[in-house]
């Protein structure tokens, strides 16, 4: 179980990696003749067994959004062209739509692989940052004891009780609402951490708090070990199976928030792709009824989330959904 | 007892207290105000009638201070987009998010446990299933499952897609209304406890496990009790402390997963009305909503506590005067 996990976020890594080569279109190309297009259908028999190839597909019905096969002219892909794995020239007869095509006609596919590096690396910059305050904060609560540790505490708990998505929604409010992307991904991460970290900082106390006590430390300030010495060499590595099974709480979550976020509209601007504004353009569902690939981001979160928590079950502890 | 609920009231009045005002203040700081609302060709007069009804010509601590004054007599000020008391408003979207919490919270509790001490007690086929179904549905966040949810709704018109009554509600009359809201209900109330049912079901099963280790129930075996007793009267009990420590948690995870499925299926509740609020910068809206979701988490935090003093007669002792 836990290795169909450990697969299935390698996977996940290696394609959000290798995005630009994989996409068979650039993320943001709009096709005009392909609005709402399903996804083309790869043939492997015209006749007899062939090499891969496509059929053009034309619009035969504008007002129904209908497309049909241009089966007179087969095309084949074109593998190792243009620096991408595959691809299908649009003067041939193209583009080749995996997951078929959004409402400018751009290439859900491509789009979905580019958005992971997007949601992805927020998630995984928002859990570092969340793991970097809360280690820190916890570790001073937890070494420093009496009035400090009080103090702390009382506001970790307190940051704790608060529903995340209600403060990041407020934070994210009370900026501007219109940001180039760059910015956008600077806030969103600060703010995750932000959120992050009092689930993190309550353990790592716990854990110093106790620590501290061990034969090992008292040793270490024996000889002359400054606190912050003890403190980063001694104490906080002894967190470290504690702050890996955060991580993989606070992951998932953060992929949420960004998607939730970007899909009330105030995430990410719609020219940027990610998990949520993809999402976004699929909220309109009398017209995803007739265009289901749309939803293909949804499959895309579930498959990361399903890794991570497979992981998690894998390795004897529960996973539970932090909200939201 | 009495000091308990004492402490746990002053914790709720603080809670709303510094929710609300933190809320206040972040609004009136953030750039732009309300009267942005009124478009571009709004006169100079307009904007600054409409600033002084909100207060904003003042400075943030003076605006504060009047709001705390007429807050505690239960006058929340009015609402820009809607032109109305904010008390009415926020009461209304409580009241319709409190009825979608409340039977995903009950719909949760129902399939999640059962199917918990199920898994939890035995090994097998059945047990295996419901644990992979729980990890799919713990790996669908309330976003994904009401975008499916509304999708199939949508597809095969099972239920009506989103919304809390038809387009014709107003006509129906008392009971009629009531069984049009509860034809919507499924959906949102679905989205939303799926995943909380799947977290009960994995601690409960977890923690059954745990339980059925531990000596005392071999002792009750040994007694000749039969294993349905043992596993329903003595193991359950004990296996219920998690639980009912998640349950004052769960209360958060509802409030925050009720603001997407509202969102989502459009239900008139209060992350819709949050939401709105801050967009527009309706301040005293947005301090209201902030308060009455502080006076939720309060509400939650106190079931919490309670709850977990009925399972574990130590945490009753302790909290004895």
Known sequence: MKRAGLWLLAAAVLVTIAAPWLAPNPPDRRHPGSLYAPPTTVHLFDGGPRVPFI?????????????????????????FTEGRLVTVYEADGGPLLLLGADSLGRDTFSRLLYSA??????????????????????????????????????????????PAIYVALALRAAMP????????????????????????????????????????????????????????????????????????????????????????????????????????????????????????PAGAIFLVVLGVNLVVQGAGRTPVQLEP | MIRFLAQRLTFALLLVLVVSSTALFLTRLAPGDVTAQL??????????????????????????????????????GDSFLYNRPVRGLVLSAAVNTAVLAVAALALATLVGIPLGVFSGSRSGAGAAVIRAMSLVCLSVPPLLTSLLLLFIAASTRWFPAGGMTSADATTLGGSAWIADVATHLPLPVLALALPIAATFERLQSQSMTEALHQPFTHAALARGLSARDVILRHAWRVSLRPICGVYGLAIGA?????????FVTAWPGLGRLMYEALRARDIYLVAGCAAMGGLFLAIGSVIGDLLLAAADPRVRERQAP
């Not at chain 1, 070494?143 to 540790?149: L, T, W």
């Not at chain 1, 180039?180 to 106390?205: C, H, M, Q």
């Open chain 2, 254 to 262: 509802l409030l925050s997963g009720s603001f997407v499925v509202e």
């Open chain 2, 39 to 76: 478009g571009p060709f709004a006169s100079a007069t307009e904007i600054a009638s409409t600033r002084a009804r909100f207060d904003l010509d003042r400075s943030p601590g003076a605006q504060w201070a009047t709001w705390l004054a007429r807050t505690v007599r239960f006058d929340f």
């Open chain 1, 117 to 162: 590096r997007t949601s992805l690396g927020l998630a995984l910059i928002g859990t570092l940052g969340a793991l970097l305050v809360g280690a820190f904060v916890g570790g001073l609560a937890g070494y420093a004891g009496g009035a400090i540790d009080h103090a702390l505490s009382r506001f970790t708990d307190f940051v704790l009780v608060l």
């Open chain 1, 177 to 296: 609402l219109v940001l180039p992307p760059a910015t956008v991904f600077v806030l969103l991460a600060s703010i995750f951490a932000l959120l992050g970290w009092p689930i993190v900082a309550r353990g790592v106390r716990a854990i110093v708090a106790s620590e501290r006590e061990r034969e090992y430390v008292t040793a270490g300030r024996a000889l002359g070990a400054t606190p912050w010495r003890l403190l980063t060499r001694h104490l906080l590595p002894a967190t470290a199976g504690y702050l890996a099974a955060q991580a993989t709480l606070l992951l998932p979550a953060f992929i949420m928030a960004e998607a939730t976020l970007s899909y009330v509209g105030l995430g990410f601007p719609d020219t940027v792709p990610t998990w949520g504004t993809m999402l976004q353009q699929a909220s309109n569902i009398s017209l995803v009824v007739d265009a289901p690939w749309m939803l293909a």
């Open chain 1, 55 to 79: 059929y053009p597909q034309r619009l035969v019905n504008p007002l129904e959004r209908r497309f049909e096969e241009d089966t007179s002219q087969p095309v084949s892909l074109r593998w």
